[in-house]
Nanobody, 124 residues
Framework: QVQLVESGGGLVQAGGSLKLSCTAS????????MGWYRQAPEKQRELVAG???????NYADSVNGRFTISRDNAKNTVYLQMNSLKPEDTAVYYC??????????????????WGQGTQVTVSS
């Protein structure tokens, strides 16, 4: 079974920083794009940042310059460093990964995984 496990959320004052981590586990063969999404109450889930296997990144305009996404391919882990946090960054943050994993002896399958979500709360 393959899954994503997140950590690092919490409560922080405006202007503060947090770092989220997300690790893929199981019979992982390779991971393509990884990313972070967030969902605030009564709002749709939105992309925060993404990173390809080669390290190319993209960011939502609202976080560009404040957040940094990175990954450690050897550890199957993606990070989100969040600086200069604002109350409007308050949301549940979900990691996402497009993975290839081994199924049995002969098969490699593809699946898009989601983490369980971690709450980030920024107080004013």
């Amino acid at each position: 079974q393959v899954q994503l496990v997140e950590s690092g959320g919490g409560l922080v004052q405006a202007g503060g920083s947090l770092k989220l981590s997300c690790t893929a586990s199981g019979s992982i063969s390779s991971i393509n794009t990884m990313g972070w999404y967030r969902q605030a109450p009564e709002k749709q889930r939105e992309l925060v940042a993404g990173i390809t296997s080669g390290g190319s990144t993209n960011y939502a305009d609202s976080v560009n310059g404040r957040f940094t996404i990175s990954r450690d391919n050897a550890k199957n882990t993606v990070y989100l460093q969040m600086n200069s946090l604002k109350p409007e960054d308050t949301a549940v943050y979900y990691c996402n990964a497009d993975v290839m994993y081994k199924s049995g002896t002969y098969y490699v399958l593809r699946r898009v995984l989601w983490g369980q979500g971690t709450q980030v709360t920024v107080s004013s």
